[in-house]
Structure formats: structure tokens, C-alpha cells
């Protein structure tokens, strides 16, 4: 079984999800977390909902009402170590991540079922501060809704862990994240459309 799963639940991570304790360490949990504090975090917009995440987005950012990446400021140097041993654990380029954001959940804000945009590939995600659910359904365009509860797949993504999805996990199942018990922030870095690892590991 991979750590972090519950035991009353599916072992089986979703083909192309993966996951990894103490990606970074919790001095660098800290220097990531003093960082993101002077960023300047927004209500993310979607269409005419405002989400109680507050996010900043580096490389582009999506603009829900046009559905299209919109140009953004390039990701501060003070993150292009994190870029760096992400794109190694992948097994990409630094530069092939070319999307970034940073995200912060207060208590009790979710992140609904969704799939990423189309116009990105791998997603990896690491997580800061309190742990959460990451919670995986099969996606099901015709009934999205449809999806049995024993179909789901949790993982518990511990401060401080890193997963990623690929494959079928980024293009054959949605992911959410339930209300938030603490104060918890993630950093997800993309590739664009079709910019992968060579072999899956
Ligand atoms: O906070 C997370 O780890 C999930 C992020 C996510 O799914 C997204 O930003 O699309």
C-alpha cells in the first residue's frame, strides 16, 4: 500500500497518480510558507463564482470566462529549487513546468471535483501546513455526478508530501478536496499539453 492511504479504503491509487512523503523538509516547509505569506494571494474567480481560495498563478493564468491561459509573471526564484527537485522526481525539465500556483485553503474551504485544464498535462502537487483529503472519482462526462461512492479513492496528503498526476489519473478521473479542517497551502506546478515523462515511473 502507498503511505498516506486510509486503511478502510481503496489501496489502489488511480494508474498515473502517485504519491510521496517528506518531499521537503520542514525547514523548507517553513521558508516556503514565510514566502507565500508576502505573495499576493487572491479570491480565485470562477465565471461569477468567487472561490474562498485565495491563489497566484506564474506562467499563465486561466481565464474562466474566455477559457484561455492568459499570460502571467514568471515564477520568483525563490521557488525554482522546489521547480527543480519536482521536475527531477517527475522526471521532467524545470522548464518544462510552465505553470504555477500557489494556493491557500483556510479553514474550511474545498476545492470542488474538476479536472485540470486541457490546456496543461502532468499536474504535481505539494502540500504545506495542515494535512487534507485528496479525493479521486472516475470522471464520467455523460453523469458526472453518477459516480458510486465505492468508486472514489481518497489519499491523505500529508505537509510537506508531493503527488502527481499523469495519464489516467489527470484525464480519466476528477479530483477534489473536501472543506479543509486547517490552515493548509499547496504549490501545483504543470506542464503544458503533451509534455510528459519520457517513461512512466
Ligand atoms: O491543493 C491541491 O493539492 C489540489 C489543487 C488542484 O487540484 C488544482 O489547483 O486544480
Redesign the pocket.
Known amino acids: 500500500m502507498q503511505p498516506g492511504l486510509f486503511d478502510d479504503l481503496p489501496a489502489a491509487l488511480p494508474e498515473g497518480a502517485a504519491y510521496e512523503d517528506e518531499f521537503i523538509t520542514r525547514e523548507e516547509e517553513a521558508a516556503l510558507l514565510a514566502l507565500i505569506g508576502a505573495l499576493p494571494l487572491q479570491e480565485a474567480k470562477y465565471k461569477d463564482y468567487t472561490a474562498r481560495r485565495r491563489v497566484v498563478s506564474y506562467g499563465g493564468v486561466f481565464d474562466y470566462d474566455t477559457m484561455e491561459l492568459k499570460p502571467a509573471g514568471e515564477l520568483p526564484a525563490e521557488l525554482h529549487w522546489l521547480r527543480e527537485r519536482a521536475a527531477r522526481w517527475l522526471g521532467v525539465a524545470p522548464t518544462d513546468f510552465v505553470h504555477a500556483?500557489i494556493?491557500e485553503?483556510r479553514p474550511g474551504t474545498p476545492?470542488g471535483w474538476?479536472r485540470?485544464v486541457p490546456q496543461f498535462e502532468c499536474?504535481v502537487?505539494i502540500?504545506l501546513a495542515a494535512p487534507t483529503r485528496?479525493r479521486f472519482r472516475p470522471y464520467r462526462r455523460d453523469a458526472p455526478d453518477k459516480v458510486q461512492r465505492a468508486d472514489i479513492v481518497n489519499v491523505e496528503?500529508q505537509p510537506r508530501s508531493i503527488?502527481k498526476l499523469t495519464g489516467a489519473a489527470r484525464w480519466a478521473w476528477q479530483?477534489s478536496?473536501p472543506p479543509v479542517a486547517a490552515l493548509?497551502y499547496?504549490v501545483?506546478l504543470r506542464t503544458a499539453r503533451g509534455v510528459m515523462p519520457p517513461r512512466p515511473r
Open positions: 500556483l494556493a485553503y476545492l474538476h485540470d499536474v502537487g502540500s485528496l496528503l503527488y479530483h478536496v493548509r499547496s501545483t
